[in-house]
């Protein structure tokens, strides 16, 4: 099955500044790929989703992702971040072959004032 | 707008007992799961449920678990005998279509506290 990695369980930044969050993908046939948002006590809400049309997809809130298959991942960014961004934030990947989704471990955001 | 919606939002019970954790998928979705997120870590797979039968289970989704659409609008997951691990958030997703670029639409969660 295929698999995601999310690197940095934890980033903090400040209001206003960038957001990068990563995100690299197992496989050597690109899958559909998706960014959710978890908000305290609250389920995952799609942020964006990667279907092999435009490599750099646009998504809720301000959001988006670049599919960069040379490297594997799948990298979710924000120009400038904002307190109500403070969220998990998990990558997804759904397998071409199967029709389950398999999730990263979550990238916990902190942004300070 | 349409949404998933999961009872109860938190179950406290004792280990070995029964639990039933019910969702009511969105009501034109095809395809069901239930997905599990133990306190601070990853969202985990548990199962797939589409056209009354179970499509794929992960290695967690043991003899404990099971599911069942009993009457074409509600999808359940019972825990046979529960355990301390068993303890964590439990989310019902649903999809509309067989389509693997489709959202997956998730419930906010029951909450599963095992003593």
Same mark, same amino acid.
């Given at each position: ?17 960038? $957001? ?36 750099? $997809? ?34 997804? $990947? ?20 | ?115």
């Amino acid at each position: 099955a295929q698999s995601v990695t999310q690197l940095g369980s934890h980033v903090s930044v400040s209001e206003g500044a960038l $957001v990068l969050l990563r995100c690299n993908y197992s496989s050597s046939v690109p899958p559909y790929l998706f960014w959710y948002v978890q908000y305290p006590n609250q389920g995952l809400q799609l942020l964006l989703k990667y279907t092999s049309a435009a490599t750099l $997809v646009k998504g809720i809130n301000g959001f988006e992702a670049e599919f960069k298959k040379s490297e594997t991942s799948f990298h979710l960014t924000k120009p400038s971040a904002h307190m109500s961004d403070a969220a998990e934030y998990f990558c997804a $990947v759904s397998d071409r072959d199967n029709n389950d989704m398999r999730f990263g471990a979550g990238t916990r955001l902190t942004v300070k004032p | 707008e349409p949404e998933v919606t999961q009872t109860p939002s938190h179950q406290v019970t004792q280990m070995g007992q029964e639990v039933i954790l019910r969702c009511v998928p969105i009501s034109n979705h095809l395809y069901f799961y239930w997905y599990r997120q133990i306190l601070g870590q990853k969202v985990e797979f548990l199962v797939s449920f589409y056209n009354n039968e179970i499509s794929e289970k992960s290695e967690i989704f043991d003899d404990q678990f099971s599911v069942e659409r009993p009457d074409g609008s509600n999808f359940t997951l019972k825990i046979r005998s529960t355990k301390l691990e068993d303890s964590a958030m439990y989310f019902c997703a649903s999809k509309e279509s067989g389509q693997n670029t489709g959202e997956l639409f998730f419930g906010e969660g029951s909450r599963l506290t095992v003593l």
